[in-house]
């Protein structure tokens, strides 16, 4: 174990010498990554703070349900059995809204009190509100359509209103976010490890003679290739933390222009950057890639020195 870690702490000083060498090209190497890196970082920081901002607009979506107007109000009552049935939700609120009910709500906010008087009776069905719980996604969404056909067919009832294409539309925006930030995380990780293997395949050349010499010696190829593998391991890592304070650097100009904007609608809207356990993945991913690149480049170029 002690000789486990004596060879690991070994690489990692030869690698740490390696690139704080003037000419390393590490301090560029890194800007370039970084720049690549802080594409997919900004997208997913949009992200997680549109994800909530979805949940709390999905709120109790409504379903307003019109009987015929020669439906008896016992069956009109006894109807809702078959509502609650179709639902099929138990945190569903059903509300009977009685056709008197209806015309005075409508004379107090459309203020249609005279036109409706010149009828000589009520024109209004009774009517129920179903709330269903709140809808997250557009699968949930469907199902309210589907709830809406079923409701349809039951014979007391006339129309049936529901209006869930807003939720759909939502759900599909951050569907199209996500594949798209997939694909530009794909990407540009393909670009970062082909940064990653130039710049290693560079030190392989550089040190050409060295790892002959060290061969000669005796040492073995996972000894030879242990620094350069952390070197990309660095590479990434530098490279992911440089991006991720980018990123939380450009928050605060971002969050100064929303803010006008939300306070029209009377919001305090604001991006906040990742959380600490997204931070370490992001941090882990960014020096899985770098040593990715390091592995391909050093399994190729090395076996070329012999």
Known sequence: MITWIRQHAFALSR??????????????NTIVVAIALALPFAGLTLLENMRPLSRQLAVEPEISIFMKMDTPREKALAAAVDIHKIAGDSKAQL???????????LNEKSGM?????????????????????????S???TRVDSIA???KTLP???????DSTWVKRLAALLHILQVALLFLALTLGVVVVAVV???????????????????????????????????????GLCAGAAALGVVALALQPLNDAIADFARLYASEFRLAPLGISATAILLGLSAA???????MSVQRHLSRIR
Request: neutral net charge.
């Open 15 to 28: 690698a740490l010498r390696q690139i704080f060498k003037p000419r390393s090209g590490f301090l560029l």
């Open 95 to 105: 509300e009977f809204v009685p056709r008197e009910k209806a015309l005075a709500s």
């Open 113 to 137: 009190s005279d036109v409706v008087a010149t009828l000589g009776a009520n024109p209004l069905p009774d009517g129920y509100v179903l709330k269903l719980a709140g809808l997250q996604n």
């Open 139 to 141: 699968a949930e969404a």
């Open 149 to 151: 056909t079923q409701l």
């Open 156 to 162: 007391e009832v006339e129309t049936v209103q529901v």
């Open 197 to 235: 293997f130039n710049t290693i395949r560079l030190q392989v050349m550089t040190q050409r003679e060295e790892i002959e010499v060290s061969r000669i010696v005796g040492a073995t190829d996972s000894f030879i290739c242990r620094p350069f593998y952390y070197s990309g391991a660095l590479l």
């Open 289 to 295: 890639l770098g040593l990715g690149g390091a592995l």
